[in-house]
């Protein structure tokens, strides 16, 4: 069995360490067939099921609640490529860089560059 941890750092030059972290658990841990495995490797009780970007987004929450300062948020194509976790960062007002593969889809056609028309009424 494989560990997936999802993981907050902070950088300044060239230090970095890690702020927050937290074990990535798939959704069937959450069974009832998995209840005492959970029980006997300590995952509390409370706990529910959270997608990679969930749980990174939570982990970016409690950095926050921390006031650990940061500039930015820089991911990996894991996040970058997902939409959702994209719009949530953007609702928090937090700046972000984030890898995103090289075939993907940023818009669906050629965006309009430019004013739009203003026409006055009578």
């Not at 509390?44 to 099921?49: I, M």
Request: glycine letters at 10%.
């Amino acid at each position: 069995m494989g560990q997936v941890g999802v993981f907050v750092s902070r950088v300044k030059g060239s230090f970095w360490t890690w702020v927050e972290g937290d074990l990535y658990l798939p959704a069937v841990w959450f069974s009832e067939a998995y209840a005492a495995v959970r029980e006997q490797v300590g995952v509390p009780t409370e706990r529910t099921f959270a997608s990679k970007a969930q749980r990174g987004l939570h982990l970016i929450d409690r950095v926050r609640r921390q006031d650990i300062p940061f500039d930015a948020v820089g991911c990996d194509t894991f996040y970058g490529r997902d939409g959702w976790f994209r719009a949530e960062l953007a609702q928090r007002d937090l700046e972000y860089m984030a890898d995103v593969p090289a075939n993907q889809r940023v818009y669906l056609s050629e965006p309009v560059i430019g004013l739009p028309s203003n026409e006055k009424g009578p």
